[in-house]
């Protein structure tokens, strides 16, 4: 039992001494202080509804509508094994996209880079739906309308 302890001890004392060391989320994916959000933002011109349905492997985050200027969002930590994944399906009148908005990335740091570490933007426009590069403060479009 005591050898138990020592060893539970080891491991909480090396998962912590990890998360706080720079780098070390891209390391240990699960080891993620960040409280992520997302947001979802009707982004069209004119009068268009937006009807997004968002969920992950544990959240259905539901079916949720926007008008011009709405915003549907949510916040989360990433789980221990690091698998945290979000996926959107996007409609607008004939036109729909389906993508994930939010994954842990463990080799590359684009998302997090564009989202600025914890926050992430994705805006549904005329011409398809973008992502916010919070540090540059610019719109990119990143996946076109399907019809």
């Not at 969920?55 to 915003?71: K, V």
């Not at 989360?76 to 607008?92: E, K, Q």
């Amino acid at each position: 039992m005591r050898a138990l302890k020592g060893i539970v001890i080891f491991y909480l004392c090396a998962a912590l001494a990890l998360s706080i060391c720079p780098g070390s989320s891209a390391k240990w994916p699960g080891l993620d202080p960040t409280n992520w959000h997302v947001h979802v933002v009707n982004g069209f011109g004119g009068q268009r509804a937006l009807v997004v349905h968002c969920w992950s492997d544990l959240d259905d985050l539901g079916t949720h509508t926007l008008y011009p200027g709405g915003d549907f969002n949510w916040h989360f930590h990433v789980n221990l094994p690091g698998t945290t994944r979000f996926t959107c399906d996007f409609h607008a009148d004939k036109q729909h996209a389906l993508f994930d908005v939010f994954w842990k990335e463990s080799k590359h740091m684009w998302l997090r880079t564009h989202c600025n570490w914890k926050a992430c933007f994705w805006i549904a426009k005329d011409d398809g739906i973008y992502l916010k590069n919070v540090p540059e403060n610019r719109d990119e479009r990143i996946h076109p309308w399907e019809t």
